[in-house]
């Protein structure tokens, strides 16, 4: 309230109605302002002269009037809601037609809604924070804040989960009284959780114990109360393996064998039973420990004895450890194959007449491997200790060609013999018909008496010159019935017919044998 002008000398007072409002105020020649009025009334102003005191109501009067507020009610809703969802109603709990009612998050206006004279609904907020609404009157202008506010929180979506544990994984000894416990997270303050056997229900709580069979299918199902679980159920189950007890055992291999050649490595390895997840090994030579783990690599020498203990972590073992049967070791040195060659009925033959040679093998390991040659030409399919022929040319040279085995394998040993073929033979003079020859016939004094005698005996053989004059004796044993055996007579003996005689029990054969030099 004020005055457009003033006079100086001049004291101005003002009234609403007859009551003094404030302090006068001194004229200064220009308007004057007696500062803001608040209470309601017909507002009027006097001025006093400062020399005359001489009193003048000056001209007019104003009038203010005090609206009122609009009425406040309380601000409704908001609360929690699960990320992702659609938020939370805000409201007033009444209202008043006519009023215009705006509300804001924070500071920003969402939007205004008109009284109705009953509650209001701003609908469904999703911003996390403070809601506030004022009124506003649009007649007067005048606002007012409504009481209190609705706070909107947004809580996060909790994945429950539960697993199964026994406190020793899925496997368990038998006869074992067995507790699965139920391992949940984002359960809530008070979970749920139930049991089952093959699909059977079977429990209720945190854990559940029984006896296992090998097979059974354990499940669980854990209902979670905490807000915003999603899913709400989740369930787990576990195949249970129940596992018999055992003794650890351990065995172990060489390579390439137990008998190898001298300064050769071998690779041992181990090969465990019911040695479980973390098992542990030992190698020893003797009472020497030279190695762990599941291999072994070393050279040994002749006689040494290698073992392995294992250490078993196996669940249900009776034993906490196991030794393997010891293994001997056979060291051999390298030598080459000695080969000698028999021949039945012997090298000298008549043309066509089948020849058989037997290779004896010394210094050749267990298994050597044979390959037969006639004059330099290995002879297909002849790998075997013996050889037969009876096509053999005169002067052909036959070779048996053997590979050592054993632990120094792979060495070569040969042997070689000159066959000599005749169309010349002289038989028996008796008629006592016999599978013998003497060959060749005529000779220089050296000749092989080869064939069969029927039997095994003893055969005693006899060289006589005409006039009855032993110039050779011997006695020869048959092997399987053949006799293969090189007679020698002296040099000094001459050139002319001598008589052999073969003997053996009741059977004699007699020979005309020529010697010529």
């Known amino acids: 309230v004020g005055l457009d002008g003033s006079n100086s000398g001049v004291t101005y007072k003002l009234y609403n109605g007859s009551t003094l409002v404030g302090s006068p105020v001194a004229g200064t020649g220009y308007g004057i302002n007696f500062g803001l009025q608040t209470a309601s009334g017909t507002y009027t102003?006097?001025?006093?002269?400062?020399?005359?005191?001489?009193?003048?109501?000056?001209?007019?009067?104003?009038?203010?009037?005090?609206?009122?507020?609009?009425?406040?009610?309380?601000?409704?809703?908001?609360?929690?809601?699960?990320?992702g969802g659609t938020g939370m109603h805000i409201g007033l709990a009444s209202s008043v037609s006519g009023i215009s009612y705006t509300l804001f998050y924070g500071v920003t206006n969402i939007g205004?809604?008109?009284?109705?004279?009953?509650?209001?609904?701003?609908?469904?907020?999703?911003?996390?924070?403070?809601?506030?609404?004022?009124?506003?009157?649009?007649?007067?202008?005048?606002?007012?804040?409504?009481?209190?506010?609705?706070?909107?929180?947004?809580?996060?979506?909790?994945?429950?989960?539960?697993?199964?544990?026994?406190?020793?994984?899925?496997?368990?000894?038998?006869?074992?009284?067995?507790?699965?416990?139920?391992?949940?997270?984002?359960?809530?303050?008070?979970?749920?959780?139930q049991w089952t056997v093959n699909g059977i229900i079977t429990g209720t709580g945190m854990s559940y114990s029984y006896y296992p069979v090998n097979g059974d299918m354990v499940g669980v199902t854990y209902n979670s109360n905490a807000a915003c679980a999603t899913p709400s159920a989740v369930t787990s189950s576990a195949a249970i393996t129940v596992l018999t007890k055992e003794f650890p055992a351990v065995t172990i291999s060489a390579n390439p064998g137990v008998e190898v050649c001298r300064g050769n490595s071998v690779v041992f390895t181990a090969s465990p039973a019911y040695g479980g997840s973390a098992l542990s090994y030992i190698w020893k030579k003797g009472t020497t420990i030279i190695g762990s783990g599941s291999t072994l690599s070393f050279i040994p020498l002749n006689g040494d004895v290698i073992t392995?203990?294992?250490?078993?972590?196996?669940?249900?073992?009776?034993?906490?450890?196991?030794?393997?049967?010891?293994?001997?070791?056979?060291?051999?040195?390298?030598?080459?194959?000695?080969?000698?060659?028999?021949?039945?009925?012997?090298?000298?033959?008549?043309?066509?007449?089948?020849?058989?040679?037997e290779a004896n093998v010394t210094n050749a390991g267990p298994a050597p491997t044979y390959q037969w040659s006639v004059n330099g030409v290995n002879i297909t399919g002849a790998t075997g200790p013996e050889f037969?022929?009876?096509?053999?040319?005169?002067?052909?040279?036959?070779?048996?060609?053997v590979l050592s085995s054993g632990g120094c394998a792979g060495v070569n040993g040969s042997a070689a013999v000159t066959v000599h073929v005749s169309n010349v033979g002289v038989v028996t003079i008796n008629n006592n018909q016999a599978d013998m020859r003497v060959v060749p016939n005529p000779n220089n004094g050296s000749f092989v008496v080869t064939g069969t005698m029927g039997s095994d005996n003893e055969v005693s053989l006899e060289v006589t010159d005409l006039i009855g004059q032993v110039v050779y004796k011997t006695a020869v044993l048959p092997k399987n019935g053949l006799i293969n055996e090189q007679v020698q007579l002296t040099k000094s003996i001459a050139n002319g017919m001598y008589i052999l005689n073969l003997r053996s029990g009741s059977d004699n054969k007699v020979f005309h044998v020529v010697v010529e030099r």
Do not use: W
Request: a negative charge.
């Open 45 to 83: 102003v006097i001025g006093t002269d400062d020399g005359t005191t001489c009193n003048s109501n000056m001209a007019g009067s104003t009038v203010i009037s005090v609206n009122s507020l609009p009425d406040v009610f309380p601000v409704t809703g908001g609360g929690s809601y699960c990320a």
């Open 308 to 357: 392995c203990k294992m250490t078993s972590n196996y669940i249900c073992r009776l034993a906490n450890s196991a030794t393997s049967a010891p293994v001997d070791m056979i060291v051999d040195s390298p030598s080459t194959p000695v080969v000698t060659i028999a021949a039945y009925p012997g090298l000298s033959i008549s043309e066509g007449q089948t020849l058989t040679l």
């Open 388 to 401: 037969s022929g009876n096509n053999f040319a005169n002067g052909a040279l036959i070779a048996c060609h």
């Open 112 to 193: 205004t809604i008109s009284g109705t004279g009953t509650a209001l609904d701003f609908g469904l907020q999703t911003g996390a924070g403070g809601y506030t609404i004022r009124a506003s009157n649009p007649a007067t202008t005048c606002n007012n804040l409504m009481s209190g506010s609705a706070i909107v929180d947004i809580t996060p979506v909790v994945i429950p989960a539960v697993t199964i544990s026994t406190g020793a994984g899925d496997s368990v000894c038998s006869g074992v009284y067995t507790t699965f416990t139920a391992m949940g997270t984002n359960g809530g303050s008070a979970p749920t959780i």
